[in-house]
């Protein structure tokens, strides 16, 4: 075995385990941080949930590098902007809150914007009735939201939207980013029924997180295999040639 050769399989293997780790890192913070939402811990929980997104964040740079593939340019803007809402919606200041919508909003303009260069939409027919299917579902949402939103309406209007419009480009990616939309649609839907003061569910705030921290797993690893998948066909057919 030749000094290049196996200076490659360890920084492979180091990438490997970087990977792994950041991985670990993050379910096990996730974890604990759904753990101390049933526990009642508040310092805990306001301490966990800053981390969630760029541990999720680094694990994708690293499992990006370990398969040797580019890492989609603005996957890593979408979850420290992510992050920061995250941050500022702990605040429990209206101000925040909506700065926190607006972090957010960044995140999913980037996230539909990633998923439509990567032919999201190509399929037209089924897009089609993908968004109708999101649209009356938002329309429905909305409609019942509506009267108990007070000055938010506007802009959950509106946020709403540009949240949908992340599950509806999700969903022409594959059943991972397309369950990940739905279920960001749905952690955001339940946030919507707090501001509306509506009748919480039981371990409401447990199911806003577990849901949003699922959800954001999928969005970020299907766009990597996606990413794979693209890279590995574009391999094949160069051979082919």
């Not at 089924?126 to 109708?132: E, F, G, I, P, S």
């Not at 709403?160 to 969903?171: E, I, M, N, Y």
Request: proline fraction near 3%; include cysteine.
């Amino acid at each position: 075995m030749s000094i290049r050769t196996t200076t490659r399989a360890t920084g492979l293997g180091g990438r490997l385990r970087s990977a792994t780790g950041l991985l670990g890192g993050f379910a096990a913070t996730s974890a604990v941080h759904l753990g101390s939402i049933l526990s009642g811990a508040p310092v805990l929980r306001n301490a966990t949930k800053p981390a969630l997104m760029p541990l999720l964040a680094a694990h994708s740079v690293a499992a990006a590098a370990r398969s040797e593939r580019e890492l989609p340019k603005l996957l890593t803007p979408a979850l420290l902007a992510s992050a920061g809402g995250d941050v500022l919606l702990q605040l429990k200041d209206d101000t925040a809150f909506l700065a926190g919508m607006g972090s957010f909003a960044a995140a999913h303009v980037c996230y539909v914007a990633m998923f439509v260069q990567r032919g999201a939409l190509t399929d037209r027919r089924r897009a089609l009735v993908v968004a109708a299917a999101y649209a009356a579902a938002w329309a429905g949402m909305i409609g019942q939201l509506w009267p108990d939103l007070g000055e938010l309406k506007a802009p959950v209007a509106g946020y709403s939207l540009l949240l949908t419009s992340t599950a509806v480009t999700a969903a022409g990616l594959g059943w991972r980013t397309g369950l990940g939309g739905a279920l960001f649609l749905l952690s955001d839907t339940l946030i919507a029924t707090q501001l509306a003061k509506w009748r919480e569910l039981p371990g409401h705030q447990f199911w806003i997180m577990a849901t949003y921290v699922l959800a954001q797993y999928l969005l970020a690893s299907g766009l990597l295999q996606h990413e794979q998948h693209e890279q590995h066909d574009e391999r094949q057919d160069r051979a082919a040639r």
